[in-house]
């Protein structure tokens, strides 16, 4: 579960790793500069959320808000 910041990078880190790409291919990949990428995983809570997004997505993460809570099915 991402609750911080620093958990969203700490999982963008990861599965950046498993697909063997370096942090600057990662960058180039989702039009974003390397110093994002950086932030990011470093768990920057600044950063900007859409380009957040975009680089999750470029990972294979999914991000969804679940109602505090509910039992997840």
């Given at each position: 579960m991402i609750r911080t910041?620093?958990?969203?990078?700490?999982?963008?880190?990861?599965h950046r790793k498993e697909m063997k790409l370096s942090q600057r291919e990662l960058a180039g990949l989702c039009g974003v500069g390397n110093r994002f990428?950086?932030?990011?995983?470093?768990?920057?809570?600044?950063?900007?959320?859409?380009?957040?997004?975009?680089?999750?997505?470029?990972v294979g993460l999914e991000i969804q808000a679940?109602?505090?809570?509910?039992?997840?099915?």
């Open positions: 910041a620093k958990d969203l990078g700490s999982a963008i880190r990861n990428i950086v932030d990011l995983e470093s768990g920057k809570p600044t950063v900007q959320f859409d380009k957040a997004l975009l680089v999750a997505q470029s679940i109602k505090k809570g509910k039992d997840i099915k």
